[in-house]
């Protein structure tokens, strides 16, 4: 018999988004959720009144025959319907399923088929690019339309704010949910075959969302104005959503308007403090910013960036020229997103210090990770040796939804990333690639991240993406494509002259090219198999040999 003594505290309590439904309405009614309308003005709603609406929206659901376990979609930008939702699907029991309106048509059509969603909420703005696919899903029943806006050939569409009218006013008597329940599900592009579901239960996204509270992660509290750029069809926009609604913080969103322009506008009036987006967002951010000196950014002085390598040039301009600070994290869907957060210790601002900032941080307490080699050994934590990142936590997923094929990407208990890295002695994890990315030279890896950031220090440069170039000799070397500024006639030459005693010797790229623009992801990364494609293809434009 078990002789262990059992504690005697609420275990039982669920962690659940219920919870944090019902703190919006009572711990913080007056915080308010403000999304960008066409034409600059903006919207507001406090949490009282979105807390009412969500109410509704989880009666109507139910009308719509909406049960426990069905897959619902969205097909949105950032606004505050979207976040209604955020909160009224899981809370009825249902999925929400964000739909990436970025994907290609066949993948959509992929996805939502593999899902079986039942329903899909589409922003008026998004009707065209739905409609147009709308006849291949074979789940859908129901449309519902956000905004006013035309509601296309989208079979069996009503409005969202009719269906809200509809459903009235009063108390809602919501079912009670596991914690284990599934609450989001949200799919990757995964690095093989089909896009993968990362099903998010109401436990791993209460977690993650307390994990956002701590001040070495992402530090969000009460006194912040979260200003969420990365989109809610990825990863639940890194929790900030459910963040700024369990600390009662203000919430802004920009809706589909992610230019620098309207988005600089949006900062200098609104006055966020707390921001997150990836790092092309902000390279925009500080190119208009540096030629509109009379933008005021100076209220983001914890912005959050990651999805890629961050580089410590950008960290740094904007923190000299603009006052705004930028902190990097590290993570995948699949980590729900965040994994790590790098905030070293607030010494003077010496070059260990940036050294430090310029790392992808520690791993958030009760996030557990380890570096494994090609041999499946464990790498010492010396701050030099690399190996494959795994980890384990209670916010990183153990398995896709119906998919077996990504089995590979789970090692007993463990998670394998796909995303190399040394971690030094204090825990501070380094990414130095992808493994697909990673430029194999003479049986010595370069990388692909640390080159980049070296190329990217040179004012000239905009934008570097490096990627492998098959070599007789070597296997693989360099090739950097860069985006230099306008007016800017800085020639390969010049830009190895940079990287000389920046880089080892044998790291300087055997060629460049002279891009107009690095293709991007669905999410705004740098896609490196376009690059790689346009490369074999011998499309790759503005090449320049340098050995
Ligand atoms: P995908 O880009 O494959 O669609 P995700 O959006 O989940 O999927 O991206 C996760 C990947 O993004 C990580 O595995 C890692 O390679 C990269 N990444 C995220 N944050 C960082 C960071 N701060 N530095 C470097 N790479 C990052």
């Known amino acids: ?20 439904r019902r703190r919006m309405r009572s711990c913080s009614p007056g915080a308010q959720v403000t999304t960008l309308t066409p034409g600059g003005s903006v919207e507001r709603a406090s949490f009282g009144e979105v807390s009412e609406r969500i109410d509704r929206l989880a009666r109507a659901l139910s009308r719509l025959g909406v049960e426990q376990g069905d897959r619902v979609g969205t097909f949105a930008w950032n606004n505050q319907r979207h976040f209604e939702l955020y909160f009224a699907i899981p809370c009825v029991g249902a999925v929400l399923h964000t739909l990436n309106i970025r994907l290609f048509e066949e993948q959509l059509t992929y996805i939502v088929n593999h899902a079986e969603d039942k329903v899909i909420f589409v922003d008026d703005s998004l009707v065209p690019v739905l409609e147009k696919i709308a006849p291949s899903f074979q789940s859908v029943t129901r449309y519902v339309v956000m905004g006013d806006g035309d509601m296309g050939e989208l079979p069996n569409a009503v409005r969202y704010e009719d269906l809200l009218e509809d459903a009235g006013t009063g108390s809602f008597d919501y079912p009670e949910v596991d914690e284990r329940q599934a609450a989001a599900l949200c799919y990757t592009s995964g690095t093989t075959g089909n896009p993968k579901g990362v ?8 977690l993650h969302s307390t994990a956002t509270l701590m001040k070495d992660s992402t530090g969000l509290s009460s006194s912040d104005r979260v200003l969420a750029v990365v989109p809610m069809f990825h990863a639940n926009a890194w929790g900030l959503p459910h963040g700024a609604a369990l600390a009662g913080a203000d919430l802004i969103l920009p809706d589909r308007f992610l230019g620098a322009e309207p988005l600089a506008k949006l900062i200098a009036e609104e006055r966020p403090t707390l921001m997150g987006c990836v790092p092309t967002i902000f390279l925009d951010l500080l190119r208009y910013a540096d030629g509109h000196p009379d933008v005021d950014l100076s209220s983001l002085s914890n912005a959050a960036c990651g999805g890629a390598a961050v580089p410590k040039q950008l960290m740094k301009d904007f923190e000299e020229r603009h006052g705004v600070r930028i902190f990097q994290a590290w993570g995948m869907t699949e980590t729900s997103p965040v994994a790590t957060y790098s905030r070293p210790l607030e010494r003077e601002h010496d070059d260990a210090y940036w050294d430090d900032r310029a790392k992808q941080g520690r791993p958030l307490p009760w996030v557990e990770l380890r570096l494994i080699d090609g041999e499946g050994g464990e790498v010492p934590w010396d701050g030099g040796s690399t190996g494959e990142i795994q980890v384990r936590g209670p916010w990183v997923a153990a398995r896709y939804f119906r998919d077996e094929s990504g089995d590979e990407k789970f090692d007993s208990g463990w998670l394998r990333t796909g995303d190399i890295a040394a971690v030094d002695q204090k825990g501070f994890v380094q990414i130095t690639d992808r493994a697909k990315d990673v430029i194999k030279s003479g049986g010595e890896w370069i990388s692909s991240v640390e080159l980049e950031n070296e190329v990217m220090s040179h004012p000239d440069v905009i934008e570097a993406a490096v990627i492998a170039k098959p070599d007789e000799r070597w296997a693989e070397r360099p090739l950097c494509c860069v985006v230099l500024r306008e007016g800017a006639s800085t020639t390969a030459e010049d830009l190895l002259d940079h990287l000389r005693g920046r880089v080892a010797k044998w790291w300087l790229p055997d060629e460049f090219a002279f891009v107009e623009e690095v293709p991007k992801t669905s999410v705004g990364k740098f896609d490196k198999k376009v690059l790689r494609s346009r490369l074999t293809e011998g499309t790759l434009e503005g090449r320049v040999l340098v050995s």
């Open 1 to 20: 018999m078990n002789s262990a003594l059992q504690g005697l505290m609420q275990d039982d309590f669920p962690l659940t988004l219920h919870h944090i």
């Open 199 to 206: 099903l998010y239960s109401h436990r791993s996204i209460s």
